[in-house]
């Protein structure tokens, strides 16, 4: 594995590496998402994570049905997803990062159109919604960067 050349390599949590890799082998990503939460949440800082994961939940499962439809609702198919929630570095900016992987049935290109037209009716979700081509596990390295306790573990999928 290759050296992390992040700003926060000092502050690698045991078990980190391990993490990474299990985590790379769970589906293939295709789009990093970065999504910022709107400021007008109000509550101590776990109400924030639990309203954020609530949304980010409902979110997948939109999405979901979304691209796999009766499939998904059987139990058949399913997205590979990977998702953290930050605010441990930046407090004042709480926001999820989210890797996942668009189903066989869409290009690149629609499934992204698909990410942002589902963004939109998310409420608690503000307006910047960043989508980038996931390109190695160098994004789940940050994705996971503030410990395991950022992974929102009921937002881990493995695609089939």
């Not at 700003?7 to 890799?21: F, L, M, N, S």
Request: hydrophobic share 35%.
């Amino acid at each position: 594995m290759s050296a992390v050349t992040y700003p926060y390599v000092d502050r690698r949590w045991i078990g980190q590496d391990e993490a990474v890799k299990w985590l790379s082998e769970l589906g293939r990503y295709t789009h990093f998402i970065t999504i910022t939460l709107k400021r007008n949440i109000k509550g101590r800082p776990e109400r924030i994570r639990r309203a954020a994961e609530d949304t980010l939940k409902a979110y997948l499962l939109i999405l979901s049905r979304r691209c796999l439809k009766n499939a998904f609702k059987r139990g058949e198919r399913s997205l590979s997803y990977i998702a953290a929630y930050h605010s441990k570095f930046t407090p004042n900016n709480p926001h999820i990062h989210l890797a996942i992987g668009m189903p066989d049935t869409e290009t690149y290109d629609s499934f992204t159109k698909i990410l942002e037209n589902q963004h939109e009716k998310m409420r608690s979700f503000d307006i910047i919604f960043q989508v980038k081509p996931y390109t190695s596990a160098g994004g789940i390295d940050y994705i996971i960067r503030e410990e395991q306790d950022s992974i929102i573990i009921d937002c881990i999928a493995e695609g089939k």
